[in-house]
């Protein structure tokens, strides 16, 4: 575990794409949970789960084949939050059309572990193996729940940073429909010799008249004042 956690702590989240840390992570989940031969990373959103991330074409097989189905250790454990643990495809009842189609990609254990986010889950860490009870241990399962844990992390950064960007670029909007409003404001107060409040007036009223917004009226009257000739 020791070495689990000290190449977690070095993970890199900064100016990342995060398919990029979540590629990384499930590197590292095959190199550090005990039995792990394939490993993906399910995240889902609303109704769609998708794969982020996976190391071994055997993962991704095995999770396609739940999303056929929607249905799955993957998927429930995404759903219900709870680790799910087959310890033998051949002779597991919960999943029968599933777990039949599996081990035909060459799976016979599998580890799923949700992954906490904000007091629900987002998805599931899928560990998968060629042997039976490959994940019997509370090694695995500990081990496991390190990674799914690190890559909570890993989408609630990058949440947050598409959120500030997209409030950054919120901001910039409003400032620049302030300035083109100012603008439009100082060409009626010229043109119509009204004061700051009526010439804002004059624009609210073409915005609800023309039912178009009040930026693009303010873009419109500035606009028309480069248009007319001199």
Aim: net charge negative.
């Amino acid at each position: 575990m020791e070495a689990l956690w000290r190449a977690l702590s070095r993970l890199q989240l900064a100016d990342r794409e995060l398919e990029d840390v979540l590629g990384e992570v499930t590197r590292l989940a095959d190199e550090h949970v005990p039995g792990a031969e394939s490993t993906s990373i399910t995240l889902v959103r609303g109704d769609t789960a998708v794969t982020a991330a996976y190391h071994g074409d055997m993962s991704l097989a095995a999770d396609e084949l739940q999303y056929d189905r929607g249905y799955g250790p993957c998927l429930d454990a995404s759903r219900a939050g709870i680790v799910l643990r087959v310890d033998d495809m051949t002779s597991e009842q919960r999943w029968p059309d599933y777990t039949a189609r599996v081990v035909e990609v060459g799976v016979r254990s599998s580890l799923s572990t949700p992954l906490p986010y904000q007091g629900s889950s987002i998805g599931a860490l899928n560990i998968y193996s060629t042997r039976p009870a490959a994940f019997a241990s509370d090694a695995s399962g500990e081990a496991a729940h390190e990674v799914a844990e690190a890559v909570a992390i890993a989408v609630a950064n990058a949440d947050a940073h598409a959120q500030l960007t997209d409030h950054a670029r919120n901001m910039q909007r409003a400032m620049e429909s302030r300035a083109v409003i100012e603008q439009a404001k100082g060409v009626l107060m010229a043109q119509r010799r009204v004061d700051a409040d009526a010439a804002f007036d004059l624009l609210r009223e073409a915005s609800q008249r023309y039912n178009r917004k009040l930026r693009d009226i303010a873009t419109g009257v500035v606009a028309s004042t480069y248009e007319q000739p001199r």
